[in-house]
């Protein structure tokens, strides 16, 4: 019988990326996912180190396996990511039942690592950063078959050379090292090919991307020369934007996450105007809106030039919204400055937050601050940031109903939006017969979710972008309804999704 792995997966989206392309590789090796700790012969526990509650939560987990690895001792537990590359060693003699430690840029030696480990090798830690020659794991979807996913996430760059001072990425991550042009487009047609409809570019500072030396930019993009941004250096950021929306025409709708406020230039502003295939949203990380703030946290821009820039992307097309991450309780945050952040927050208009506590991270500059702002004090500004945040959004939705929103759909709505159900079946009323919920998002990012007709079911329509009506605002997702002459055409749409991809890339 062929092996079984458990995948664990915390943070990011950036970790969740690396968890598919880990069991692509196992997979390729014969290995087979499985479910349930009971029935797995490795154990990856994929971890976060960006919070301090995210480590822990991974300690308490892997703990958890102690007394299964004493009853199994075959089983192989592996710790993989930020955590592992932060703690490499040292993470083998503190939790000794750890086999297998492995960090981010040594995710495609897992297969090779398990199986020593399953011939009896001892426990071994890799995290050695490749940063003489980058590798990309890229995806392999194979080809299109019902129950593809629709949208997909496309690694661009890795690591950071920022060093905001509440950081800890730098260090567990590594340099910034980009992916070719080439590798990126290449992956993006496969993606096409096999039903995607929607791609996410990744990075950790996705917009400061440059062609690797070895990448002909001229030959792709027209221009060798490095363009200006604010700060007089060099992003070639919206022309790999271009060169998507060019090469690849049967992309629907194209994102990036997440982009950092220093590198959003008239050149990325003017690429939101010009490509069509840009979503309407822009999820730009701000972190503060406190000058004295952002200096403490090395962010590198000011309060003006935040909000300068992020008007400069809203403007860009109609519609187009924004959403960010803040940090409450940096050391040295005083009720002035978190005034100025709420103040920031609306000046610019941002429709969703996500919000952070400040929690000291190992290796960061600012552990060197005093940690000063209480536990109590972060609560409690942490829930005025989301109230604030809350009545933007619910300002915007609410503008919305009554609007038309081009959805892509995605699948059968979470449990919550059904009562518990996964299958999307809402319970009629009156015991009426049930019918699908299906949740998508419009070309800006809202979540809508769509009610469909007794009897007809949605599966069809997961892939397929549909003119919908707006019906009402939920506090956090909007609710729509097909039209008549949408419902009519349903037969029409049940056709499989084009799969011919043209590509046409010059060599990087
Ligand atoms: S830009 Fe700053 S916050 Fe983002 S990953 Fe780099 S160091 Fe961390």
Redesign the pocket.
Known sequence: MAPRYLIETFGCQMNVHDSSRMEEALRARGWEACTSEDDADLIVFNTCS?REKAEHKLRSEVGRLRPIKRARPELIVAVAGCVAQQEGERLLTEIPHIDIVVGPDNLADLPELAEAARLGGLPVARTVFDVESPTFLGADPGPHREGSPVTAFVTTMKG?????S?????YT?GPERYRSMQEILEEIARLVAAGVQEVTLLG??VNSWQPPETTTVKSIAGSAEPRPSFRGEASHFPELLRAIAREIPLLRRLRYT?P?PRHVTPELVAAHAELDVLARHVHL?S?SGSDRLLKRM??RYTRAELVERSHMLRDSRPGTTLSTDIIVGFPGETEQDFLETLSMIREVGFIAAFGFKFSPRPYTPALKLADDVSEAEKAERLARLFSTVEALQQAHLLTLVGSRANVLVEGTSKPGGTKGRTDGLVPGRDGGPAHMRMMGRSERNEIVHLDLPPGLDGRMLVGRFLDVRIERANAHSLVGALDESTLRSLPALAEPPRQAVRLQVVAG
């Open positions: 960006v950071c050379d920022e060093r905001c509440f950081c800890v990425v730098p991550r950790q500072t997440s950092h990380p972190q090395l962010r």
